[in-house]
């Protein structure tokens, strides 16, 4: 079979994106797996790895839909040529913002055509980008609104947990406010699709959080449980998925890293993202779901702090090209 061709877009220049791509090219595992398209700016690439005592020799390419037939592997778009001298790791610019968003919108439209057989992303800046464009709260809207879809939803996966948001960027006020039974069976209907179609798990044991402490305790502590939760979930085994719930979260989180269920929907987005990354800090992926393309992404930030260092870890990407890889052999 014939490897799958992977899009990595760069992320934010002045990020650890460029060094933790050129790292993950060197491990023989991602090349083994599939043939890495980056859609990022080549001056910047080369200058990192400069900056790693790494020689660079990734082929440029004029088009993304000349990569679908060509054997050379890795391969470069250059999506953009940023003034190399005004480039610092580590300091964030506001003019990077508009080419971050172009590497996102190139590599969505590639997907969207067939040219790729999936989209992993490096980190952007969403105080950089949204200098430029105010209404940017992150990759997972962006690209649900570049492909049209209504539907979507964020799994958060690592070896021992893997963990799915009704409600992704909000406030916390806002994220309670917004919680409905639609969208909670929603969120559980996707990660259902995700864990059958993509992670090939026949008949997934889903587990859903409660939202207030010991899950309401029969509505002393709230009534979400009783009045939006438990008919989601309802609402989801009428439609024969196995589910259960609405369980305590400071308990859940535990059984669900030991396997007793398969994946747990939780409420917003430090609910499920705490215990997640207590677990799989390095090496968690975040999965777009209900995308009309497979999207896969590293669950950290820009980490400007250590930008330029030599030191960023890439294992989240390595990981997130991995998973794409074989989401792309297992598609339904």
Not at 78 to 91: F, H, K, M, N, T
Not at 139 to 150: I, V, Y
Not at 154 to 178: D, F, N, P, W, Y
Request: glycine share 8%.
């Amino acid at each position: 079979m014939k490897k799958p061709l992977i899009a990595i877009t760069m992320g934010d220049p002045a990020g650890i994106g460029p060094e933790i791509i050129l790292k993950s090219l060197d491990n023989p595992l991602v090349l083994k797996a599939c043939r890495p398209l980056i859609i990022g700016d080549r001056r910047v690439l080369e200058a990192s790895a400069r900056r790693l005592g790494k020689s660079f020799h990734i082929q440029s390419i004029r088009t993304i839909e000349q990569a679908k037939d060509m054997k050379e592997s890795p391969l470069l778009y250059e999506a953009s040529c940023l003034p190399v001298d005004q480039w610092i790791p580590g300091r964030p610019d506001p003019q990077w913002g508009p080419q971050t968003i172009q590497y996102i919108h190139l590599a969505a439209k590639s997907a969207l055509k067939g040219q790729v057989e999936a989209l992993v992303t490096c980190p952007v800046s969403k105080e950089m980008i949204r200098r430029f464009r105010p209404s940017f709260t992150g990759h997972t809207e962006l690209l649900a609104k570049l492909s049209r879809t209504r539907a979507f939803g964020m799994m958060l996966a690592g070896e021992q947990l893997k963990v799915s948001l009704v409600t992704i960027h909000l406030s916390l006020k806002k994220a309670i406010r917004r919680l409905d039974t639609t969208k909670i069976f929603r969120s559980i209907e996707l990660t259902h699709f995700t864990l059958t179609g993509f992670f090939g798990i026949k008949a997934p044991h889903i587990a859903v959080a409660g939202l207030n402490p010991h899950a309401g305790e029969q509505g002393a502590f709230g009534s979400e449980e009783k009045t939006i939760i438990s008919p989601a979930i309802q609402a989801a085994r009428d439609q024969g998925m196995n589910v259960s719930g609405p369980y305590p979260p400071d308990t859940l989180f535990y059984w669900a890293a030991q396997g007793r269920y398969d994946a747990v929907v939780a409420h917003y987005h430090d609910q499920g993202l705490i215990p997640l990354k207590l677990l799989h800090f390095d090496k968690a992926v975040n999965i777009t779901m209900g995308l009309p393309f497979i999207r896969t992404s590293v669950d950290h930030g820009t980490a400007f702090d250590i930008a330029g260092k030599g030191i960023a870890n890439p294992d989240s990407l390595i990981q997130s090209i991995l998973l794409a890889s074989a989401f792309a052999r297992r598609k339904p």
